[in-house]
């Protein structure tokens, strides 16, 4: 009797969507601390078309000798567990598998991860929204983190590509610490950044006391800071240097129960955005690739192994 297999997505020879594949792997048991969960869904996102176009490689993030997995994010339904482990087999969680250099990702139709990388969906939130939120949700906050509380009569926040999965997100949670946030966004977008409860712009003017880039602008974004302010990037390496005394940082998103937790709870309450574009089967995560590489999508494309 031959062993049990499942399908996942990978990158042999990184060269953009075209180099994708679908392989079949042996099924793994979850040892201690771990789970298996069957992904009922996953999200394309920008990182996911760095991988498969060799951005990672390029800067060493990447050294797989063989192939490397896509997929960060995923929602689904714990299949098996480890020992040590607290969630019951059909509990339904999303999660984040973190980091670059590994050979399978979240692009496949199961997956054995540490049940400290997942957090339970609430009853409110079905699993194509909720995979929308362990990556962009995680990555948000902990831009927020980044920037810390508004200072004191300086608190203009620029966020670009606020119509954005990670920009909506950061334009919500920034209120919140105090910032005044104006999303940066296309002018068809200015109702959705607006419900979001920033202001809006289609044309930024210099002299913000912070920007948070999203739309990976770098030294563009960076121009319309003021002396002194903060810039905080999601692309690590791709930051641009400092100047004028501006903070620049940029944010390396990393797993996070107890607030994937919280995120998720919120999204289920409908005060963080899950907008999902199109499901698409795993054979089709090429097209969702070029798709998404096109830019304008208002929401995710969903791989649904």
Not at 110 to 128: C, E, M, N, T
Request: proline share 6%.
């Amino acid at each position: 009797m031959s062993a049990a297999t499942f399908r996942t997505a990978v990158v042999h020879i990184p060269n953009g969507p075209d180099s994708i594949e679908i392989i079949d792997v042996p099924v793994a048991e979850p040892g201690p601390g771990q789970i298996r969960v069957v992904i009922a869904a996953a999200t394309v996102n920008p990182t996911d078309l760095g991988v498969a176009a060799g951005f990672f490689h390029a800067i060493g993030l990447v050294q797989q000798p063989e192939h490397t997995g896509l997929g960060w994010e995923f929602a689904g339904v714990v299949d098996a567990s480890g020992p040590g482990v607290d969630l019951a087999v059909g509990t339904r969680v999303a999660g984040l598998v973190a980091g670059f250099d590994r050979d399978y990702g979240t692009y496949a139709e199961q997956i054995v991860v540490a049940a400290a990388d997942v957090a339970p969906v609430p009853d409110g939130l079905d699993l194509l929204a909720a995979t929308t939120v362990p990556l962009n949700g995680l990555a948000a906050a902990q831009v927020v983190d980044l920037l810390g509380d508004a200072p004191a009569g300086a608190g203009r926040l620029l966020v670009t590509g606020a119509a954005g999965a990670v920009g909506a997100n950061v334009a919500v949670l920034a209120q919140e610490r105090g910032w005044q946030v104006t999303g940066l966004a296309r002018a068809g977008d200015e109702e959705f950044v607006r419900s979001l409860g920033a202001d809006f712009t289609a044309h930024a003017e210099p002299e913000w006391d912070a920007a948070v880039d999203p739309a990976q602008l770098n030294a563009q974004a960076l121009k319309l800071v003021r002396d002194g302010g903060a810039y905080v990037g999601l692309r690590p390496g791709l930051e641009p240097p400092t100047e004028r005394g501006i903070s620049v940082t940029s944010v390396v998103t990393a797993s996070d129960r107890t607030r994937l937790a919280h995120l998720l709870t919120r999204a289920a309450a409908g005060e963080l955005p899950t907008r999902v574009h199109a499901a698409v089967q795993l054979d089709r995560a090429a097209e969702a690739h070029r798709a998404t590489a096109k830019g304008g999508l208002r929401g995710r494309y969903i791989i649904c192994p």
